[in-house]
């Protein structure tokens, strides 16, 4: 272990000195603070929802676990997707690379050292959103030293296997696609993703589980709770022997046998796998990108309606864009994810609901769909505003001595964000209003507020990715990933909930006038346009000065 404990000291030691000694330590540490209070409310809501379920007299318990299988089956395959781009990143495209493959170590010592920090990297998903589900599980059941002992199992059996899958994969992806494909088929996998997701989670079945009257009989209702996932799925047997130490049932030795011998196996797979294709991999991933459509006047066209200081820039962020099928190709997941929610919110079941409060559930289902549409706003901003900064990289300094004004540099490199965001948030938000059969005076309010939110949180993630950019970054979605990042999600999301609360309380006020009084409603609704406004243009202007001022 001591040659991997030196090849990793580096990237503690990276860590350490970031964390101590970085300008963002206050970024960090509010971040911390954030991530915390996430982790506190998400232990608190799971030890209620888990509560619920375990008070449910004859099968409550079967409940509790049914839901324990699906949250371990979502959390593997998110795992695995996520060790694919990691294992790419650290195993192929990482920039030390060069320098440690000409050490005089082994390449198993190499491996084995890329492994623990593809795993650590990957693994901060079940940190977050896994560590505080199982804790409530066990202090809410009232699950003994057994329980506890078999997580410190299955836990560290699962992340090894999600792990050595991803490296298998991301080591097979680049022996089979040229480097500048690579990234299209990262897409493709994060298409393939989302849709197993989505069937996965559909093939349970969960809204049946709240219906037992589409049963005949109360065993057909027990059998469908304890129906288990495919027998060689590796959270279908961590559940087993998870749920066994809970309702302190005998102990399933051949899953817990299946989940260490998995993972010592899924490691000797990883590890063939790796010294078959690494060399060969690796040459590939030193392959340029051909430039493709740089000639092309359509560019100059499509951005001829901007203003004059504002079309060089567009035209080549526009240029870069088409370049890049990382950035293109992610209209396609959008639109995956826009059908979904459509579907989902034509799925619900208002029509239960009869008279005036069928009418009113769906006007606050449609007006509250503000807030999901904010939300799929905040993420495509994310990926492409706050990052329009960092993606420029070493060529920075090309933007920093152009004869232009710093804030329409900026306004200009997010002005096409601006499309996919407002073309998203309508559909999410007027679209699923049409579905519930929202008025018009609704769509209508709709529409201008998806619009002003689109503005206020691309102008927000262009402020923060200016003050905070990456140009290390090998990748937007590395860009995308980072501490400034989620604290920019953090304050879009606070921004569209005080958004969304100002318009309700707008609305509240006009319902509650009868509708003939709009002086009072216009108040909390100018406030909200206001505060839209404000976001979306100071911050970017006072980004740049600061921006420029650090002469980077």
């Not at 920039?95 to 050292?113: E, K």
């Not at 410190?152 to 080591?171: D, F, K, M, R």
């Not at 970054?473 to 860009?479: G, H, I, N, Q, V």
Request: charged share 10%.
């Amino acid at each position: 272990m001591s040659p991997i404990a030196t090849l990793l000291s580096p990237r503690l030691l990276g860590l350490r000195n970031t964390m101590i000694r970085s300008e963002r330590r206050g970024l960090y540490a509010g971040l911390g603070l954030v991530g915390l209070g996430f982790w506190v409310a998400l232990f608190g809501l799971m030890y209620f929802l888990v509560g619920q379920f375990w008070v449910i007299e004859g099968f409550g318990p079967f409940l509790a676990r049914k839901l324990l299988e699906m949250l371990l089956s979502s959390l593997f395959v998110l795992l695995a997707f996520s060790n694919v781009i990691t294992a790419l990143s650290t195993f192929y495209l990482s920039d030390d690379l060069a320098l440690v493959i000409g050490l005089p170590v082994s390449r198993t010592t190499f491996h084995f050292s890329r492994f623990v920090d593809t795993m650590f990297q990957s693994s901060w998903m079940m940190a977050l959103f896994g560590l505080p589900v199982f804790l409530a599980y066990g202090l809410r059941m009232d699950a003994g030293l057994s329980y506890y002992g078999a997580l410190l199992v299955a836990i560290p059996a699962l992340l090894a296997i999600a792990t050595n899958l991803g490296i298998v994969v991301a080591t097979l992806l680049v022996n089979n696609f040229s480097a500048q494909r690579s990234r299209d088929t990262m897409v493709a996998l994060g298409l393939v993703m989302v849709a197993v997701l989505f069937i996965g989670m559909r093939s349970l079945r969960p809204e049946r589980l709240v219906n037992a009257q589409e049963f005949e009989s109360l065993a057909a209702y027990l059998s469908e709770l304890q129906l288990p996932a495919p027998t060689l799925f590796p959270p279908r047997w961590a559940s087993e022997v998870l749920g066994a130490t809970l309702l302190y049932s005998p102990f399933p030795w051949i899953e817990a046998g299946l989940l260490v011998t998995g993972a010592l196996a899924s490691a000797a797979v990883a590890r063939w796998t790796v010294a078959w294709g690494f060399d060969t991999g690796w040459s590939r991933s030193q392959e340029a990108r051909a430039a493709r459509f740089y000639r092309s006047s359509g560019f100059d066209w499509l951005v001829r309606p901007l203003p004059p200081a504002w079309r060089a820039m567009a035209g080549k962020e526009l240029r870069v864009f088409a370049r890049d099928p990382s950035q293109w190709s992610q209209v396609f997941l959008l639109l995956g994810v826009c059908g979904i929610y459509l579907v989902s919110i034509q799925s619900l079941p208002i029509s239960a609901f009869q008279g005036a409060v069928l009418q009113a559930m769906k006007q606050a289902v449609a007006f509250l769909n503000l807030g999901m549409g904010g939300f799929v706003m905040a993420a495509i901003a994310a990926r492409f505003q706050f990052t329009a900064v960092s993606r420029e990289g070493r060529a920075w300094w090309v933007l920093r001595g152009a004869p232009i004004e710093p804030a329409t540099m900026l306004r200009a490199k997010s002005v096409l964000g601006l499309v996919p965001m407002i073309s998203v948030g309508l559909v999410v938000v007027v679209g699923s209003g049409i579905l519930l059969d929202a008025p018009p005076s609704l769509l209508a309010l709709e529409t201008v507020a998806t619009v002003l939110m689109a503005y206020a949180i691309s102008g927000l993630a262009m402020a923060m990715g200016a003050l905070w950019p990456d140009f290390q970054a090998d990748t937007a979605a590395r860009a995308a990933s980072s501490p400034a990042a989620v604290f920019f999600m953090v304050l879009a999301l606070v921004l569209v909930f005080v958004v969304l609360t100002l318009l309700g309380l707008g609305v509240w006020l006009l319902l509650r006038s009868g509708g003939g009084h709009y002086g009072a409603a216009a108040i909390p609704v100018g406030l909200a346009a206001a505060l839209c406004v404000f976001a979306g243009r100071w911050p970017v202007g006072r980004a740049a000065e600061i921006l420029w001022a650090r002469g980077l």
